[in-house]
């Protein structure tokens, strides 16, 4: 059965769970492990470098993740969206690390690490008051995620870590329009939150700055996530975002 609302469309949250259906892979059967090639994959170690940033990012998603949870726990649309983003984020996790344990890179990723980076984390909330902010965040992270992941795939010269952040890539912006499905929700009902959605996009932060202080954001200045991160908010809100910055609303 095609779970419907009472409009008759799709509800949200099957969609979200279709595209996810369509776009599922697996860590253990879909990359080619066997075939890492160590020597090539050191050919870049700015990539590498990267890439461990990166899967420390993914494992900080259960922080940040279950404050959005709890916040929108009467939102059953938001409770499936991120669910399926703290499993999506784990496989993320999950299949940067393992890639970094086989090429053995120094310094491995070790739990203690991971712990160390949710200290502190583990009494913030998200409220009513800063909610709309926190979905907008989520969003663009998201969103330039699949950016940073697709130009890191297209510099790879390994061709498993090519494959694989080429899957990591489009998860990612599905992830982004998941969360900007949300976000649309909540202006359909409400259309005063749309200067809020406007507001913190132009004074964005990336959730991965909470977890290492600094983001490896796409390339530096990459103008197509960039264009796109605008057009996102333009589509949601029907104002274009520099409109919005040079009015000083
Ligand atoms: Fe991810
Ligand atoms: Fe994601």
Not at 79 to 91: A, D, I, M, N
Not at 138 to 151: D, G, N, P, T, V
Request: proline letters at 4%; charged letters at 30%; a negative charge.
């Amino acid at each position: 059965m095609i779970a419907t609302q009472e409009s008759g469309t799709r509800r949200l949250y099957a969609r979200t769970a279709s595209a996810a259906d369509r776009g599922a892979w697996s860590v253990e059967r879909d990359i080619a492990w066997y075939a890492v090639d160590r020597r090539r994959a050191f050919e870049r170690p700015e990539i590498l470098a990267s890439l461990r940033d990166a899967a420390l990012i993914e494992s900080y998603h259960p922080v940040n993740l279950a404050r959005l949870l709890k916040a929108t726990w009467d939102d059953v649309d938001a409770s499936v969206v991120f669910s399926l983003e703290l499993y999506e984020g784990f496989k993320h996790f999950h299949a940067l690390r393992w890639y970094l344990d086989v090429i053995r890179y120094d310094p491995p990723i070790t739990d203690a690490e991971l712990i160390e980076l949710r200290r502190g984390q583990e009494n913030v909330e998200v409220g009513e008051e800063d909610l709309i902010e926190r979905l907008v965040d989520f969003m663009l992270s998201e969103h330039l995620a699949h950016y940073f992941f697709r130009r890191l795939g297209e510099q790879a010269t390994e061709p498993v870590l090519a494959d694989l952040l080429s899957k990591i890539s489009a998860d990612e912006v599905r992830h982004a329009q998941s969360a900007s499905d949300l976000i649309a929700k909540r202006i359909e009902a409400d259309r005063s939150v749309v200067p809020r959605v406007l507001e913190a996009a132009s004074h964005f932060h990336h959730f991965g700055e909470q977890a290492i202080g600094t983001v490896p954001v796409a390339q530096p200045g990459d103008p197509i996530a960039i264009q796109t991160f605008a057009h996102r908010i333009e589509r949601l809100c029907g104002v274009r975002l520099v409109d919005h910055i040079k009015s000083g609303l």
